[in-house]
């Protein structure tokens, strides 16, 4: 066991009809001025972003609103963002949507409380050292941006998708309502259950350092979401299931199921965040058609964690070898990819790169990791090259 640091100040506030209490919240951390920031119309569409306005406008807390952040958000939204709320001296955001206004409306926050230009923190090239507050009401249970201290942007000149986490990020509250999930469509629903799994999964496929009490939290997370998910693909509109998968994933991505490890192995993440970069796929979805080719391409030098999340999560048959087991581990999680319609391979994502696209992914991955990463197996340029090339 290592040790570790577990940081979760946002105040979650979890139920039905809980957005009518945005106002209070607001007041609450102090927001006079907002900006109030979403994607690109669900919330208009569904009534939700009318609801929340007369709830300020009855509260008397002024606000300007910004649209527009598209799934795999852009750079030059968050420049337009951070220039409007200078302008109308916003000092409180509110993102309404799933991670891509949330990511969008963190890079905002970065821009407006530090000097210079804010991709630098995406480039890794310095340190943010504030933001101001921001309040979530969450529209997609899948990134877990809510609670998370990340937040992923795509800068359009040459689609560089890259994330930067801070402890700054971090949400002051989050408005989880399971009934706003309900008018997602099956698809996002399905890469929503994709992304959280892989949050505790990328936490759990490690060399070391792992605990009793945060591998038992991680299976019981795991098999949940599993579960769930099979629900919701049959019955969208049932309340607990959204329930469970919406707290599963603010839970899975805000460091309490990688408690004692050694900081995870990501490399599934960062092999999507180029797909995502270039051909702008649902990142659930990228995560599916990825994770296969990944496990079994590191899975023997992670064999005793393979082996564990096959008995424990995917409950397969416990005889032969322990290669036998993981194997069997793995082939039963893309069955349950298959089972809730997410793809496992990049044709059934829709994607078949040239050979000078593979090699422009590795290339660009490898830069983003600063050359190797991961943990269950450290991964450089060519194994990355040949994890795209297997995975078509
Ligand atoms: O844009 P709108 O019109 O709102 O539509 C969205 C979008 O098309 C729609 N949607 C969301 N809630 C809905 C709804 N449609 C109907 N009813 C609702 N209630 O769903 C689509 C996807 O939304 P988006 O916010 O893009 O999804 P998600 O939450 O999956 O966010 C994806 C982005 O987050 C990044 C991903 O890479 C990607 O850029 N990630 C962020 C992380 C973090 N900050 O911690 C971690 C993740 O690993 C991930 O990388
Ligand atoms: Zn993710």
């Not at 039905?16 to 106002?23: D, F, G, I, L, Q």
């Not at 792992?210 to 049932?238: C, F, H, S, W, Y």
């Not at 197996?377 to 995975?391: F, G, P, R, T």
Request: net charge negative.
């Amino acid at each position: 066991m290592f040790d570790f640091k577990y940081f979760t100040p946002t105040k979650v506030i979890f139920g039905k009809n809980t957005e009518s209490r945005v106002a209070d919240l607001i007041k609450e951390f102090g927001g006079t001025k907002i900006l109030i920031h979403y994607g690109g119309g669900s919330v208009v569409r569904s009534g939700l972003l009318k609801r929340v306005t007369d709830t300020l406008d009855a509260a008397n807390i002024n606000y300007v609103t910004l649209g527009g952040a598209v799934p795999n958000p852009h750079l030059g939204l968050v420049y337009e963002g951070i220039e409007l709320c200078k302008k109308e001296n916003v000092d409180f955001l509110l993102a309404i949507g799933g991670g891509s206004a949330i990511d969008s409306a963190k890079a905002i926050g970065y821009g407006l409380a530090n000097e210079g230009d804010v991709w630098d923190f995406y480039d890794y090239k310095r340190k943010a050292e504030g933001s101001i507050p921001l309040g979530v009401i969450l529209t997609i249970a899948a990134t877990g941006s809510e609670m998370s201290d990340s937040s992923v942007i795509t800068k359009e000149e040459g689609l560089v998708k890259r994330g930067y986490s801070s402890d700054y990020g971090r949400p002051a509250f989050a408005i989880l309502n399971p009934e706003l999930t309900m008018t997602l469509p099956d698809y996002q629903t399905a890469c929503g259950c994709t992304d959280i799994m892989m949050h505790t999964m990328e936490r759990y496929f490690t060399q070391g350092g792992n605990m009793e009490i945060t591998d038992a939290l991680a299976e019981g997370l795991l098999r949940t979401v599993k579960k769930n998910a099979v629900i919701l693909r049959d019955d969208p509109q049932n309340y607990d299931a959204r329930a469970e998968v919406m707290w599963a994933g603010s839970l899975s991505h805000n460091g309490l199921t990688g408690c004692g490890n050694d900081g995870g192995d990501w490399m599934t993440h960062k092999l999507e965040h180029e797909l995502g970069g270039l051909y702008d796929v649902a990142h659930g979805a990228g995560l599916a058609a990825i994770w296969g080719t990944w496990a079994r391409y590191v899975y023997k030098n992670c064999l005793p964690r393979f082996k564990k999340f096959a008995l424990n999560v995917m409950e397969v048959e416990n005889t032969g070898s322990d290669e036998e087991i993981a194997l069997r581990g793995i082939e039963a999680m893309e069955d349950f990819y298959r089972s809730i319609n997410m793809p496992t391979n990049l044709r059934e994502l829709g994607v078949n790169p040239t050979e000078e696209e593979f090699a422009l992914m590795a290339e660009k991955c490898a830069i983003g990791v600063g050359g190797a990463k991961g943990s269950a197996k450290v991964l450089n340029e060519a194994d990355m090259l040949a994890i795209y090339k297997a995975s078509l």
